[in-house]
């Protein structure tokens, strides 16, 4: 018996590219697609059925040497076996590791990818697409609110402790207090961590206290009134910021992490450009010697040595000493922007503070590896592009 889609896999066999050129080049190549499908063992959606059938009708007369029996399936189509039916998912939960993250999974849905390609643009930190159907999203307070806000009318299952943290988040938000306000805290876990850090809870710390506003995601109103780059960078409005190197030396950089009980800091270099990297290298040796940090530094990439710059800077980092394997004492660590060592995953260092000579410290495994760090300085002669604040 003669189905819609046998007509289809004979049409295919005969060649449909060879078909008269009056039927469009798009028609031809939907139902050499469709027959490819079926033919690879996956059976039409009831969607593709329908626009398989209107093409079909749409090109008959163009179609040679159909019978009376091809044109009733064209005219009133039947197929060999049911429809295949695409499951419908649409999650939304929480993955646990060393780095907690919210995951929103669903099947290819038009709408719903640029609902996500939107949400981008309004979440704290980078969004993955892990797969075709997943994307990962930094579990922070404003994207927990931001992701469930979206998507809680789109028929998503969400995870009930997401759902949770939603509640509580939306009842802050709607309340007229701000019961994150660092003076006003009664959670005796968050006092203890907090002051663990920071020592003292008090305004006569307000320097430390701002500085890490960012970290414990408090709220202080009171600000020092210190004319420093210390206590510029502790009142920074985000967590990233910009420092121009034309105006201010990065030994000036370092100190003001010191200050602040930012060590250790990862060094981020542009790993395309050795001269650029072999200039800064010379001049963050200057800085920790002006600071006193002689020892506790490692650089962990190097050039290749086919250029003198490339051989200077590998050199370099040997007569320095900072080839030093990666431990709990390195204060101080560069490694390329485009590539992340693999022990840095194992290992149990993490950086308190960033650096980055590159602006392209965005979007790649390097920055992922950062995404927990509340303090990332660019420091180079050119602002970077959005979301980054400058530090005068």
Excluded at 53 to 79: C, D, M, Y
Aim: net charge neutral.
């Amino acid at each position: 018996m003669i189905t819609t889609d046998s007509l289809l896999i004979e049409l295919f066999q005969q060649g449909i590219e060879r078909l008269e050129i009056t039927i469009p080049t798009r028609d031809k190549k939907i139902l050499i697609s469709l027959s490819k499908q079926i033919i690879s063992g996956h059976f039409l959606t009831e969607n593709q059925a329908k626009l398989l059938g209107k093409i079909l009708k749409e090109n008959s007369k163009h179609l040679p040497q159909l019978t009376e029996e091809h044109r009733a399936v064209v005219e009133f189509p039947t197929w060999s076996q049911p429809f295949r039916v695409i499951e419908q998912l649409r999650k939304i939960f929480i993955v646990k590791d060393n780095d907690s993250r919210i995951i929103v999974e669903f099947t290819y849905n038009k709408r719903l990818r640029q609902v996500i390609a939107d949400l981008n643009k309004s979440i704290e930190g980078q969004m993955l697409s892990i797969n075709g159907k997943q994307y990962s999203i930094p579990l922070t307070e404003q994207n927990v609110h931001t992701v469930v806000n979206t998507f809680k009318s789109q028929g998503f299952d969400i995870d009930p402790i997401l759902m949770r943290f939603y509640e509580e988040i939306l009842e802050i938000l709607l309340g007229t207090a701000d019961q994150f306000e660092i003076f006003k805290i009664t959670n005796d876990k968050m006092l203890s961590l907090i002051k663990k850090d920071v020592t003292d809870i008090d305004e006569n710390n307000l320097k430390l206290l701002n500085d890490r506003s960012h970290r414990f995601q408090y709220s202080i109103y009171p600000k020092n009134s210190e004319i420093s780059l210390s206590n510029s960078l502790a009142n920074r409005p985000g967590t990233k910021v910009w420092i121009d190197s034309n105006t201010t030396p990065i030994t000036d950089i370092i100190q003001a992490l010191q200050t602040l009980n930012r060590l250790p800091v990862l060094l981020v270099f542009n790993g395309h450009d050795s001269k650029e990297s072999l200039q800064n290298l010379k001049k963050l040796a200057g800085a920790l010697e002006n600071n006193n940090i002689k020892t506790s530094a490692g650089i962990y990439f190097r050039f290749d040595n086919v250029t003198d710059n490339n051989k200077e800077f590998n050199q370099l980092i040997s007569h320095l000493g900072y080839n030093t394997p990666l431990d709990d004492t390195i204060l101080v660590a560069g490694i390329a922007n485009n590539k992340l060592p693999k022990f840095m995953l194992k290992n149990g260092w993490y950086p308190s503070s960033v650096i980055s000579f590159s602006n392209n410290f965005k979007s790649n495994k390097t920055s992922v590896y950062c995404d927990a760090v509340d303090l990332i300085v660019y420091y180079n002669d050119k602002r970077p592009l959005g979301g980054v604040d400058a530090i005068v």
